[in-house]
């Protein structure tokens, strides 16, 4: 007699292994997933504000031209401080007239001793403020500017100052103005590194 063999499939020994590893990988996979979950919490820290703002008080025309820098926030908190100026003419078409009248500047500006002493140019435009501009503290850049070239008389000028003051803090000078600011808190002064 004759012993009928039974024969074993072969596909069913092929999906066997295949099946098992794909079922263990998608176990491992959840469980990862499960173990690397990660949120995003935001954390509001409060943080002290400063208001600064410039004052101007100044004749029309020349002669008194007095222009200020305040931390005007009494509870607010130090701030560092650059200014720039831009100065224009224009006739009176309203075309641009050059500042500059055989080799001098046309315009004479008294600047202050905190301007002269206590700001260093950065070469990008701006002056930087060696001091904190600390709650309530003001600091005055400017009182008069004349006339020096009396041909001058019949055009128009502006004297225009901008300025920007954030948290008198090194890593946001290095961020926002991308200059270094090493910052004494006891005497309030502000070494620039251009």
């Known amino acids: 007699m004759k012993r009928l063999k039974q024969k074993k499939s072969k596909k069913f020994l092929l999906i066997t292994p295949v099946l098992t590893l794909v079922v263990v990988g998608a176990g491992l996979l959840i469980v990862y997933a499960l173990s690397h979950n990660s949120t995003v919490v935001t954390n509001n820290i409060p943080v002290g504000t400063g208001t600064v703002q410039i004052v101007d008080d100044s004749d029309l025309g020349f002669g008194k031209k007095e222009v200020s820098f305040v931390n005007s926030d009494a509870n607010g908190i130090p701030m560092l401080l650059r200014i ?44 930087y403020y060696e001091k904190l501009l600390n709650p309530s503290d003001s600091v005055k850049v400017i009182t008069a500017i004349a006339l020096a070239e009396p041909s001058y008389a019949a055009y128009d000028y502006d004297l225009n100052f901008r300025f920007e003051a954030i948290q008198a803090n090194s890593e946001a000078a290095t961020t926002l103005w991308s200059k270094t600011a090493t910052i004494n808190t006891e005497t309030s002064a502000v070494t620039w590194t251009f």
């Open 84 to 127: 720039g100026y831009s100065e224009t003419w224009k006739d009176g078409d309203n075309n641009a007239v050059s500042n500059v009248y055989n080799g001098n500047n046309v315009v004479t500006k008294t600047w202050t001793s905190a301007f002269t002493d206590d700001f260093v140019d950065g070469g990008d435009g701006w002056y």
